[in-house]
């Protein structure tokens, strides 16, 4: 039987972080603005629309931020970091 614990660890140790420059400005940007309308991002990080939403989609598959909709309209999307999840993605690679 397999240690689901274990699978967890070693999926994050071997979690490879190779980030672009536009990806560490929308994180970034995140930083400064913790929930930032997804509409807004590109014009906030200097680039274009297209490469942000597929940067935003890629850290959403890395676990590094999280897209939601807002809860006053349902309408609006936002991304916001995940910190915790970062920061165990970012430390397990060093460790």
Same mark, same amino acid.
């Given at each position: 039987m397999i240690d689901v614990r274990m699978a967890d660890d070693h999926a994050f140790k071997t979690l =490879? /972080?190779? *980030?672009?420059?536009?990806?560490? =400005?929308?994180?970034s940007v995140l930083i400064s603005h913790p929930e930032c309308m997804t509409k807004d991002i @590109?014009? *906030? +990080?200097?680039? #274009?629309? $297209?490469t942000a939403y597929e940067c935003i989609n890629k850290l959403a598959d890395m676990g590094l931020v999280e897209k939601a909709r #807002? +809860?006053? %309209?349902? $309408? #609006?999307?936002?991304? $916001? *970091?995940? @910190? %915790?999840? /970062? &920061?165990? =993605?970012? &430390?397990a690679r060093y460790l």
């Open positions: =490879k /972080m190779n *980030l672009l420059s536009t990806e560490g =400005k929308i994180l @590109p014009v *906030l +990080a200097g680039v #274009s629309t $297209r #807002s +809860a006053k %309209d349902g $309408r #609006s999307k936002y991304v $916001r *970091l995940l @910190p %915790d999840t /970062m &920061c165990e =993605k970012i &430390c």
